[in-house]
C-alpha cells in the first residue's frame, strides 16, 4: 500500500469513528421507526406506547420497555364447603366462597385482559376501585365479563365482589365480606 492510499483509508475511518460518536453520544440506543398512522393507533389503544409527542404535521411516540406485556388472565368466584367434626365424626356443615386465584401479579406498564365468570347459583361482581374497573352484576352460572386495561400504577390493590347480599333476590351470599382478593403490580 503507497504512503497516499494508507492516508486516505485512515482519514476515512477516522470520519467515520468521528460519526459514530457523535451519534452515540446525543442519540443513545434511538431507533425510529416509521409507522402508518392506523398502525400507530393501535399501539396507543393496546397501551404500548408511553409517551406521544405532537410534532407539527407528526406524531411521535416512545414505546413502552421491553419488558412489558400482555398478560391473559382469568379469575372466577369459586366455592367449597365447610366441614366441620359433629359427635366425632365429619359433617357438611356450610359452604363458603372466595375468588379462585385470590392473587393476580403483573408488572408495571403490562396490558391486561382479565375474564372474570360467575358459575354460582347467586349474582356476583368484581369491584377493583384501585383501577376503576367494575364487571357490573354477573348472571349466575354464565356470567362472564373481560375488563382490559394497562398496569400503569404499582402497588396491591384489592378487589371484591360490589353485590351486597340479599337473600330474597339471590344477590351473593351470606359471606360477601370474604369475597375479596388481592392484584399485586409490580414496579420494575
Ligand atoms: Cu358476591
Request: aromatic share 10%; net charge negative; hydrophobic share 40%.
Amino acid at each position: 500500500m503507497d504512503k497516499k492510499a494508507r492516508f486516505s483509508l485512515l482519514y476515512f475511518l477516522f470520519i467515520f469513528l468521528i460519526m459514530y460518536l457523535i451519534q452515540s453520544l446525543f442519540f443513545p440506543g434511538a431507533h425510529i421507526q416509521r409507522v402508518p398512522y392506523n398502525e400507530f393507533r393501535k399501539l396507543v389503544r393496546e397501551g404500548k406506547v408511553e409517551r406521544v409527542d405532537i410534532l407539527g404535521d407528526r406524531l411521535r411516540g416512545r414505546m413502552r420497555t421491553a419488558g412489558a406485556q400482555a398478560q391473559n388472565l382469568t379469575v372466577h368466584m369459586g366455592e367449597g364447603e365447610v366441614i366441620a367434626e359433629v359427635d366425632g365424626e365429619d359433617e357438611v356443615t356450610g359452604e363458603y366462597h372466595r375468588w379462585e386465584p385470590g392473587v393476580l401479579v403483573v408488572h408495571k406498564g403490562d396490558s391486561v385482559s382479565l375474564t372474570v365468570s360467575n358459575p354460582r347459583k347467586n349474582i356476583h361482581s368484581f369491584f377493583l376501585p384501585g383501577y376503576n374497573l367494575d364487571t357490573g352484576p354477573l348472571e349466575p352460572r354464565t356470567g362472564e365479563a373481560t375488563l382490559e386495561f394497562t398496569a400503569d400504577q404499582a402497588g396491591v390493590f384489592q378487589w371484591i365482589c360490589n353485590i351486597p347480599h340479599d337473600h330474597e333476590t339471590g344477590e351473593c351470599d351470606a359471606d360477601h365480606a370474604t369475597m375479596i382478593g388481592y392484584l399485586i403490580v409490580l414496579d420494575k
